[in-house]
């Protein structure tokens, strides 16, 4: 059968969206946010700041676990007391993430009472929302902005659609009514998100903020409201925009409502840091929502944080585990090595890992990765072919194949990405 194509398919991928860059920065660390760089992983804390230590520990697990950036909250001026201690502590083990301030209702006054917090935070997160009501909205406001200013930071300004500013709403809600075919209340809402964003970061560029510095969110909890809203914000404005579904919601709801909404979203070239706001389950790490968004920008294409592993199903041709177990163990020890490993062995990230359970795609599947193994299905030969470099290189057997498998990846990593690289190859085909 003759193929009907007449030009050759193009390869899907993210588009790309200008808009200005920000410059997040503590100490030597500078993490640019929009223009060209790479899509930014970012997390909250949920200890308590006024906690120092545990907020410490928290934060330094996250930004091991990949987070670039880490939001804590600054509710109270116990907390506000805190985040210099907080910053000093991870400063003393050598961790140079910089944090974010979270702010509600008395961000001005703290912001303006606790200069050293104010100092020690590298940008502020002001929700137009909950800065105050009537006169005093304005004034409170600019009092944040002469904050960043005196110190020189950005400020995102956060909309949310369960805080957003009511007077703002009531006002374009009137304004609905008065239409002669009047929008949905979704529609508005939508306008209301959007126009309390803008206007709030115009009013901080009148305020002295320089453009770049202003970056913007406007999380809904729901997948195709999602959508809707930063398809639009991202039309109306280049501000850098930070990229979120709220209140996502627990273990696998929240990771595929979080996916699937950023995943189309950033395909579109909208979104310039994401955070995944994933209720962690009793026990979990507060970790998970780091893996997830590194995950999505991994899967996309956008970014390489840890090495790939492929792993089939299995299915009807395996009645063992060992496949599984397999796969598992090797993910593991891949992302518990990555913090050392991304300085010693450059480039690793990029690395893919197959695991198959038969002879159906194991092969196939094997000859993508860098190394792959394919194990015996039910009824097969019990021996296991390992691929390296899309060539079979030796066939494992007997009861010790996971051990032996683990002791080849580590080997192949250590030739292909140790300082002293053996371009010559590998020397461990044996058949
Ligand atoms: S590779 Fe084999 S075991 Fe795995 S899903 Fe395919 S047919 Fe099933």
């Known amino acids: 059968m003759n193929s009907e194509a007449s030009l050759p398919i193009a390869p899907a991928a993210p588009r790309a969206r200008r808009s200005a860059q920000a410059s997040v920065r503590w100490g030597a660390r500078v993490v640019t946010v929009g223009g060209d760089a790479p899509v930014r992983v970012q997390s909250m804390t949920n200890t308590d700041t006024v906690d120092a230590i545990g907020t410490a520990i928290q934060v330094k697990e996250l930004a091991l676990a990949g987070s670039e950036l880490v939001r804590i909250t600054v509710n109270t001026p116990e907390a506000a007391q805190q985040v210099p201690y907080i910053r000093e502590q991870l400063d003393r083990m050598g961790v140079d993430v910089p944090l974010i301030g979270d702010f509600h209702y008395n961000g001005h006054r703290l912001l303006t009472e606790f200069p050293d917090c104010a100092q020690a935070l590298s940008k502020y997160r002001i929700n137009p929302g909950n800065v105050g009501k009537g006169d005093k909205k304005d004034r409170q406001f600019a009092q944040m902005i002469e904050a960043a200013l005196k110190w020189d930071k950005p400020v995102r300004i956060g909309v949310n659609w369960g805080s957003l500013d009511q007077e703002l709403l009531a006002q374009l809600m009137d304004e609905n009514a008065r239409r002669a075919v009047p929008w949905e209340g979704r529609q508005v809402m939508y306008e209301a998100l959007i126009t309390s964003a803008i206007q709030s970061a115009r009013l901080a560029e009148e305020l002295g903020m320089r453009h770049e510095q202003v970056l913007l969110s406007c999380k809904v909890s729901g997948v195709q409201d999602l959508i809707a809203v930063y398809r639009e914000l991202a039309r109306r404005c280049d501000y850098p925009l930070h990229l979120g579904l709220t209140e996502a919601g627990m273990a696998t709801k ?171 190859g590998l020397a461990l085909h044996d058949e």
């Not at 395996?318 to 300085?343: H, N």
């Not at 795609?361 to 009824?379: F, M, R």
């Open 254 to 424: 929240g990771t595929v409502a979080s996916s699937v909404a950023m995943g189309i979203l950033l395909q579109e070239g909208i979104g310039d840091t994401i955070r995944v706001s994933l209720t962690p389950q009793p026990g979990e790490s507060r970790t998970q929502e780091v893996v997830i968004a590194a995950e999505i920008l991994q899967a996309l294409g956008l970014r390489s944080f840890v090495p790939s592993v492929t792993a089939c199903p299995g299915c009807g041709r395996t009645t063992s585990t060992t496949f599984q177990e397999l796969a598992k163990q090797i993910d593991d020890y891949l992302r518990a090595q990555m913090p050392v490993w991304r300085v010693k062995y450059p480039g690793v990230e990029k690395m893919k890992v197959a695991v198959m359970g038969c002879i159906v795609n194991g092969p196939g599947e094997s000859k993508h990765a860098d190394i792959g193994i394919s194990l015996p299905g039910t009824g097969e030969t019990p021996a296991a072919p390992v691929f390296i470099d899309g060539q079979k290189a030796l066939t494992l057997r007997g009861d010790n194949i996971a051990n032996e498998f683990h002791a080849l990846v580590e080997n192949y990593i250590e030739k292909r990405f140790g300082a002293m690289t053996n371009d010559a």
